[in-house]
């Protein structure tokens, strides 16, 4: 059932767990962390019916119900006090979702050792969060799945400040060191497709010159970057 984009979640997901899959849909990650004994127990949140019905067919057939707990919920309110989470993952949203859903539960948080996750877009966004929040960034990954290219934030309450420059919030602290060919990959493809639009622009004269200007401030930035 697992698409190579939520095995590399799962792989960041500690021994033990006690995991909070937010907007979990059809469970599958938790349904496959519990069947390869990673985790000890775990809540699966939706907030819509359909995908929710669908987590409790997933854990019923699985016979996982005694270690999954499926719960029609907004976000975060999907966590009790009682379930002692220490490891949440949010997968396939768009970054300001993904903080707008910790925004409106903070409280919730308390307790929580490691956030992992995958944002389908926003990711300097969330890394700005992170930093804000005091989250240390403490792993990165980047997948290629069907087509699409998805990165992997594995974040950890710390108690001092946390300080990210504008490049690392941008390309991710340790993906922009490590620079993996999906991540060269990635940034090669937009920066063609920026070269593309100021293309278009040179060919269309009415086109404001700082909106060319910062396109090429961005090229400029990604080739340093990949050099
Ligand atoms: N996490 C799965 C994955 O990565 O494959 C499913 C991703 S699916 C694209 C996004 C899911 O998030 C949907 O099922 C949607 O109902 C759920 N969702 C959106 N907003 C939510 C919220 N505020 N609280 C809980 N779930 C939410």
């Known amino acids: 059932h697992l698409s190579d984009r939520l095995k590399k979640v799962a792989k960041f997901v500690p021994k033990d767990a006690r995991l909070a899959d937010i907007g979990s849909d059809h469970a599958y990650l938790p349904a496959y962390l519990a069947i390869n004994k990673i985790i000890s127990y775990a809540v699966a949140g939706e907030v819509a019916k359909g995908p929710y019905e669908n987590a409790v067919t997933e854990i019923n057939t699985e016979r996982l ?70 989250y240390q960034i403490i792993d ?55 070269r593309e639009v100021l293309k278009h622009f040179a060919a269309a004269n009415e086109v404001p010159i700082d909106k060319k200007k910062v396109l090429e401030i961005d090229i400029k930035e990604i080739e340093e970057m990949l050099k």
């Open 65 to 134: 119900d005694h270690m999954i707990m499926p719960r029609l919920a907004n976000g975060l309110k999907a966590i009790k006090t009682d379930d002692n989470i220490d490891t949440i993952t949010i997968a396939g949203m768009g970054g300001p979702l993904i903080r707008d859903i910790f925004n409106a539960d903070l409280e919730k948080l308390v307790g929580v050792r490691r956030l992992i996750i995958q944002p389908n877009v926003g990711q300097e966004l969330i890394r700005e969060w992170l930093m804000n929040h005091s």
């Open 140 to 194: 990165e990954d980047i997948v290629e799945d069907d087509h699409h290219i998805y990165e992997i934030i594995v974040a950890e309450k710390v108690s001092n400040k946390v300080g990210y420059s504008s490049l690392d919030l941008k390309y991710g602290p340790n993906l922009r060191v490590e620079q993996n060919e999906v991540f060269r990959a990635k940034w090669q493809r937009q920066m063609a497709k920026k």
